[in-house]
């Protein structure tokens, strides 16, 4: 794993815990499926 990809990961980490601090967990799920569905989609239009 490399430097940058462990930032990211970290980054991530961070934003979940930030998100439980703030009670918005919910909110952070939803988004985080609509962006996965959103790059499916865009890969399938450029595939």
Do not use: C, E, P
């Not at 961070?14 to 919910?26: E, F, R, T």
């Not at 939803?30 to 865009?42: E, N, S």
Request: hydrophobic content about 40%.
């Amino acid at each position: 794993m490399g430097f940058r990809s462990f930032l990211y990961k970290l980054a991530k980490l961070l934003g979940d815990v930030n998100a439980v601090q703030k009670g918005k967990v919910g909110r952070r799920i939803g988004r985080r499926l609509a962006g996965k569905a959103t790059g499916r989609g865009l890969r399938k239009l450029f595939k």
